[in-house]
């Protein structure tokens, strides 16, 4: 059975500091992997979108990487703001479309000034 | 540009009730995809349509709900009768198609509680 397992399942930073939350797949085959943002009573917002053959996408603050050998991938945020607190979903594809995508729980992640 | 649309909000109904929901999806995105996402969980797929026509529906409980999107642009999502489990969030979202890497684009959804 295809899964997304994401760890820490919540987490508690320092405004300002840095975290990296971390996403392992058993989806086979794999085309791409991708990272959403959810903030509190939203629908998902994406970040990034990596192919097998990437091994790391940034955006902003965000940076995700890909280790297509190991399946796993992990998202670093950088300098963390107030804003940043929402749960981040790990999601990843069989394919090139968006037909069997499996969603990982997510991570909650609070940021206390 | 508008984003995904849906209404209501937020709704509260009893037991064995009918309730309905409506997203209108982004504007020349031929896909659009139902997804249930219960607290602390990810969302799960109910129904695909690719224009008017629903391509994976296979996890769409068929017995209590049922789904349109008669013209190809927005589509509503009914159960009847709601059960007390059926209380979640129901997200809708579109792209321009399924099959290429199209980002996916969601709504804000619609909290139901079911008492």
């Known amino acids: 059975k295809n899964q997304v397992e994401q760890s820490p399942q919540s987490l508690i930073i320092l405004e300002g500091k840095n975290c990296t939350l971390q996403c392992n797949y058993t989806v086979s085959p794999f085309s791409n992997l991708r990272w959403y943002k959810q903030d509190t009573g939203r629908g998902p917002v994406s970040l990034t979108i990596?192919?097998?053959?990437?091994n790391t996408k940034s955006n902003g603050r965000y940076t995700a990487t890909l280790d297509a050998d190991t399946k796993q991938s992990s998202l670093h945020i950088t300098a963390s703001q107030l804003s940043d607190s929402a749960s981040y979903i790990c999601?990843?594809?069989?394919?090139?479309?968006?037909?069997?995508?499996?969603f990982g729980t997510g991570t909650r992640l609070t940021i206390i000034p | 540009e508008a984003g995904v649309v849906q209404s209501p909000r937020y709704k509260i109904i009893e037991k064995k009730q009918p309730v309905a929901f409506w997203c209108n999806p982004i504007?020349?995105?031929?896909?659009l995809y139902w997804y249930l996402q219960n607290l602390g969980q990810g969302p799960e797929l109910l129904i695909r349509?690719?224009?008017?026509?629903?391509?994976?529906d296979s996890q769409l409980p068929k017995d209590r709900f049922s789904a349109e999107r008669l013209k190809g642009v927005d589509s509503t999502l009914k159960i009847q009768p709601a059960e007390l489990g059926d209380s979640a969030v129901y997200l809708c979202?579109?792209?321009?198609?399924?099959?290429?890497?199209?980002?996916?684009?969601f709504g804000p959804g619609t909290r139901l509680t079911v008492t």
């Open positions: 504007s020349g995105h031929n896909t």
């Open positions: 349509y690719e224009n008017e026509e629903a391509v994976d």
């Open positions: 999601v990843v594809s069989p394919n090139f479309g968006n037909e069997k995508l499996t």
């Open positions: 990596m192919t097998f053959s990437e």
């Open positions: 979202a579109s792209s321009l198609a399924s099959g290429e890497t199209y980002e996916q684009y």
